[in-house]
């Protein structure tokens, strides 16, 4: 019964492959299966190692599409010898030529038992399958020829591939203010920034500084407020910055920095205090450690949680942020 179950186990996969009159699926020396959809002139020369072979290609986990190269850019890669090929899909490469279709399939449970598991998405488990189909659009002799078509087709798809990433960064950034606005009310209920802000004012006091306070928490010491362009979300500003930390009044960092107001690339005692000034203005940033760093402090800084900053500022330039422009 034991090897019964075992055969029946390999077949449910199989069974979906090969079903639905599919049943001349082929097997490669390593048990690779695959099928040629469609051929191309039998005239032209099949794939030889060493050539580049451009392609379309959709892979699937199951029969969940994980990538498609169709509206995207197309894939390159070199033909392998048999040698580089053990039970992986570039197996079939030689079998093919420019203008041929075909559907490679592989079984997780032999990928993990070749020691290839590592090579697996995230998500696959043991039973599943993986299938990916390749439609060859060309074979290049040489690399000089491959690089003039993959340069082409870079340019070609550099509008898309500017607006993914402008998509992806603007889920980023969605993402980030949830968890701030999570990060913030635990601190909220812990009492953490009622503290931070009792301390802070008490610093200031004593030190005799007259500060002015944002919504969040950050005080400002504004020396000169600046007569240019005023700080908004989505300039670009240059800052010019002394940090020091309050607690033992010692400069950790001097540089001039340039970033995009409201992106999330800066702290957020930054991102807050630095709206009260104008191209040309000059203060101090008193931030408390809620709105510097928080507690999750990176391995190897130089801060503890909720260590308490301060910056002195000189806003040297604010200007419009001005992305490339995208060719629809």
Same mark, same amino acid.
């Given at each position: 019964?034991? #090897?019964?179950?075992?055969? *029946?186990?390999?077949?449910? /996969?199989?069974?979906?492959?090969?079903?639905?009159?599919? *049943?001349?699926?082929? %097997?490669?020396?390593?048990?690779?299966?695959?099928?040629?959809?469609?051929?191309?002139?039998? %005239?032209?020369?099949?794939?030889? +190692?060493?050539?580049?072979?451009?392609?379309?290609?959709?892979?699937?986990?199951?029969?969940?599409?994980?990538?498609?190269?169709?509206? #995207?850019?197309?894939?390159?890669?070199?033909?392998?010898?048999?040698? =580089?090929?053990?039970?992986?899909?570039? @197996?079939?490469? /030689?079998?093919?030529? %420019?203008?041929? !279709?075909?559907?490679?399939?592989?079984?997780?449970?032999?990928?993990?038992? #070749?020691?290839?598991? =590592?090579?697996?998405? +995230?998500?696959?488990?043991?039973?599943?399958? *993986?299938?990916?189909?390749?439609?060859?659009?060309? *074979?290049?002799?040489?690399? !000089?020829?491959?690089?003039?078509?993959?340069?082409?087709?870079?340019?070609?798809?550099?509008?898309?591939?500017?607006?993914?990433?402008? $998509?992806? $960064?603007?889920?980023?950034?969605?993402?980030?203010?949830?968890?701030?606005?999570? @990060?913030?009310?635990?601190?909220?209920?812990?009492?953490?920034?009622?503290?931070?802000?009792?301390?802070?004012?008490?610093?200031?006091?004593? %030190?005799?500084?007259?500060?002015?306070?944002?919504?969040?928490?950050?005080?400002?010491?504004?020396?000169?407020?600046?007569?240019?362009?005023?700080?908004?979300?989505?300039?670009?500003?240059?800052?010019?910055?002394?940090?020091?930390?309050?607690?033992?009044?010692?400069?950790?960092? !001097?540089?001039?920095?340039?970033?995009?107001?409201?992106?999330?690339?800066?702290?957020?005692?930054? $991102?807050?205090?630095?709206?009260?000034?104008?191209?040309?203005?000059?203060?101090?940033?008193?931030?408390?450690?809620?709105?510097?760093?928080?507690?999750?402090?990176?391995?190897?800084?130089?801060?503890?949680?909720? $260590?308490?900053?301060?910056?002195?500022?000189?806003?040297?330039?604010?200007?419009?942020?001005? /992305? /490339?422009?995208?060719?629809?």
């Amino acid at each position: 019964m034991k #090897k019964t179950r075992i055969l *029946l186990m390999w077949a449910i /996969p199989i069974a979906a492959i090969v079903s639905c009159n599919n *049943l001349d699926f082929k %097997k490669t020396k390593s048990g690779v299966l695959y099928k040629i959809l469609s051929t191309g002139n039998p %005239k032209d020369s099949l794939a030889k +190692p060493g050539q580049i072979m451009k392609f379309n290609v959709i892979s699937k986990l199951n029969d969940s599409v994980l990538y498609t190269s169709y509206g #995207k850019m197309p894939g390159f890669v070199r033909v392998p010898n048999s040698m =580089e090929t053990e039970y992986s899909p570039a @197996e079939v490469f /030689p079998l093919l030529r %420019k203008g041929d !279709s075909v559907v490679v399939v592989t079984l997780t449970d032999s990928i993990i038992a #070749k020691g290839q598991g =590592e090579q697996l998405p +995230p998500g696959t488990k043991k039973g599943d399958r *993986l299938s990916t189909t390749f439609k060859i659009l060309e *074979l290049f002799s040489n690399d !000089s020829l491959a690089r003039l078509d993959y340069d082409a087709e870079m340019k070609k798809d550099e509008p898309r591939r500017q607006k993914e990433s402008a $998509e992806q $960064e603007i889920k980023m950034q969605e993402q980030q203010k949830v968890d701030l606005q999570k @990060e913030m009310a635990e601190y909220k209920q812990s009492g953490e920034i009622d503290k931070e802000l009792k301390a802070m004012e008490a610093y200031l006091d004593a %030190k005799k500084i007259h500060a002015q306070k944002t919504g969040m928490g950050v005080f400002v010491d504004i020396k000169l407020q600046g007569d240019g362009p005023a700080i908004d979300s989505g300039k670009v500003v240059t800052i010019k910055y002394t940090g020091r930390k309050i607690d033992t009044d010692s400069i950790f960092q !001097s540089n001039t920095y340039s970033f995009v107001l409201g992106k999330m690339q800066v702290i957020q005692g930054w $991102e807050q205090g630095l709206q009260l000034f104008k191209k040309g203005g000059k203060g101090t940033l008193y931030i408390p450690g809620f709105l510097a760093y928080g507690s999750k402090v990176a391995p190897g800084s130089p801060f503890k949680p909720f $260590e308490p900053l301060m910056f002195d500022v000189e806003v040297m330039d604010v200007k419009d942020n001005t /992305p /490339p422009p995208v060719n629809q």
